[in-house]
């Protein structure tokens, strides 16, 4: 079973410039939130089919990294609850990409609670070293309990990025 290439984050094709993405994100409905320093953009809208927080980054204004923050899930009381939310997402991204490469767990010393997965080295648009990885966490911060909820990072690499900003093909 061949994964499919991962070719960007919601729809934004990986390297595309800040004003391309921040273009297309308000083509596909995306609200903007605003931006930190010319690192990251933020927008509200609805990624897997749930309300999200996402978040592109970039470096040299090449956009790298996208995460999805989903806080509608229902508030885990208890841990298991959190662990039925991100085993329905998980189940997604196993039909999609295949088994994950590691499955953890955080635990205390990290001040959260919760599940992750994670998919490494996939093939990715423009980057044969297929340098695409991507992470889910389900989680419930302490002692903060005000926030829970999964977390969606697709990350093509810094270090390729930066190569792809300054110029570099293959």
Known sequence: YAAPAVE???GIPWVTNKEQSQ???AEKGFTSLGQADGFFDKYKGVFAGHPAELKL???KDVFY???AIIKDMPAPEILWS???SFDDMKKLFVAKYG???AEYTLGEGENLLGFGARWENLAAADNPAGQAHIDIRGIKKRPQSDFWGIIITYNIGLSWAT???DGGNI
């Open 163 to 165: 190569f792809k900003a």
């Open 82 to 84: 959190m662990s039925d």
């Open 8 to 10: 960007g984050f919601a």
């Open 23 to 25: 273009k297309l994100m």
């Open 57 to 59: 980054t970039y470096t």
């Open 99 to 101: 088994a994950a490469n």
């Open 65 to 67: 990294c996208g995460e």
